[in-house]
């Protein structure tokens, strides 16, 4: 992949003359566009790929600009308009699948499907969960500000479940810096902002068996609420991309097939 600079975001090209259709990938919190390596090999000959350094994440940090995670939708379409990314398939993992939702609450007619795992509906996310969310995550910045290699070493264990994908997740979380752990501040404000609208685009909606048991409740009612499909991944934790890669891509490809038909 080609990288590339568009203040205040990093991002990464993989293009191909196969196709016009287009994937935007994003990632979880704490590591960086390398999440999706193996979905970036699997699929390079098929799509064109965009790959995204969220806010304060890999090569995205610039203390300069004044920068937020709030204006994440604003920059990837300034991303999008540069390129002339019409519309795009947008997958996120956890963190990832917040900023996608985000992005559609702006530019919904951009979105060609999407689909989110280890995430939960940004626009009717239950009060009760966000605030066991909210302290989970505290759990893990208290550590992060004594040591990242800690803190990593800790976070492989609740962010995968098999012996690949907890070692692929350290080592990118290594690169993570303490500075950076401010632009996730401001999160919050992308939760319930918005009232809660159908979806105009196909969705898919998953995670691991293996995630925390919140998750799988939250999956199964963000399901019964939305005209969407689900996946559960056998073997898999919180990144499922990582723990199950093959499987995932077969996953994805095969729902982008069903909206060819």
Known sequence: MKEYYLEPLAYYLQTTTN??????????AFVNHKMFDSQVQYFKDKYNILVIDILGHGNSINDKTGATIEKM???????????????????GVSLGAVIAQDFANFYKDKVQSMACFGGYDINDFDEQKQ???????????????ISIKAF?????EISAYTVEGK?????????????????LADLHKLINKYPKQ???????????????????EIIEDWAKKENCSKV???????CVNLDKPQEFNEVLQ???NQIGK
């Open 19 to 28: 196709s016009e259709e287009w994937i935007v990938f994003f990632h979880a």
């Open 131 to 145: 605030k066991a969310n909210s302290a989970a995550q505290m759990k893990l910045v208290f550590k992060a500000m």
């Open 232 to 238: 559960i991944f056998e073997g898999a934790g919180h």
């Open 198 to 216: 159908p979806k105009e685009f196909p969705l898919l909606i998953g995670c691991g068996e293996f995630d925390l048991p919140m998750e799988m």
């Open 167 to 183: 070692e692929k997740f350290y080592n990118i979380n290594l690169e993570f810096k303490k500075k950076s752990l401010m632009y």
């Open 254 to 256: 095969d729902f982008w």
């Open 73 to 91: 939708a604003e920059y990837t379409n300034n991303i999008l308009v540069k390129h002339n990314i019409a519309k795009a398939h947008f997958v």
């Open 152 to 156: 990593a070493k800790a976070n492989k």
